[in-house]
């Protein structure tokens, strides 16, 4: 820090804003991949019942798939 005592005033003063700038900066980054996990998470619990439903469809029309094939092949 010997360096820092060196500076005039105005110097130490432009340090300590770029300091607290990029601060600043780092918390938004982060705060904003926060919010972006957060938003994902909400996305996907939205979309968990759709794609539950879409198989239980897809395992009703499979079942429904042999009744057809074995009805079609007595004709």
Known sequence: ???FNNLKIGSK???AVLLLCVNASLMGAVGMKQMEATR????LEELV???RKTADLVQEVSAALPDE???SKRF
């Open 69 to 71: 094939d074995r009805e």
């Open 13 to 15: 003063l432009l340090v």
């Open 40 to 43: 994902s998470g909400k996305l």
């Open 49 to 51: 019942p759709n794609i």
């Open 1 to 3: 820090m010997n360096w």
